[in-house]
């Protein structure tokens, strides 16, 4: 069962900068399409960022474009989640997603498995 594990959220204040690591206890999780989504109190998930097996196509929300950039790291079973510029309106829980489909879509049903969330909150 493929395990995902995110780490690096925390408390930081607006304009600052947090990165999140995503790391997966399965050797077939370097050719997953990889995603990030966050969900606040009493609001749906909501599609952050994705990344392509290989690393080479990223697809961003219009709310994080230009402020936040998703990676892989070498040998592809991490995926990171740099976020600069930070907004409170960015504070949520962020959760990993893969998807052994490859289709990095944005759409949260289509991605099979999760992680359990790290919580971002950011302070006006």
């Known amino acids: 069962q493929v395990q995902l594990v995110e780490s690096g959220g925390g408390l930081v204040q607006a304009g600052g900068s947090l990165r999140l690591s995503c790391a997966a206890a399965?050797?077939?999780?370097?050719?997953?399409?990889m995603g990030w989504f966050r969900q606040s109190p009493g609001k749906d998930r909501e599609f952050v960022a994705a990344?392509?097996?290989?690393?080479?196509?990223?697809s961003y929300s219009d709310s994080v474009k230009g402020r936040f950039t998703i990676s892989r790291g070498d040998g592809k079973n991490t995926v990171y989640l740099q976020m600069n510029r930070l907004k409170p309106e960015d504070t949520a829980v962020y959760y990993c997603a893969g998807d052994n489909r490859g289709s990095q879509t944005s759409k949260a049903y289509d991605y099979d498995y999760w992680g359990q969330g790290t919580q971002v909150t950011v302070s006006s």
């Open positions: 990344v392509s097996w290989s690393g080479d196509s990223t």
């Open positions: 399965v050797l077939t999780f370097s050719t997953y399409a």
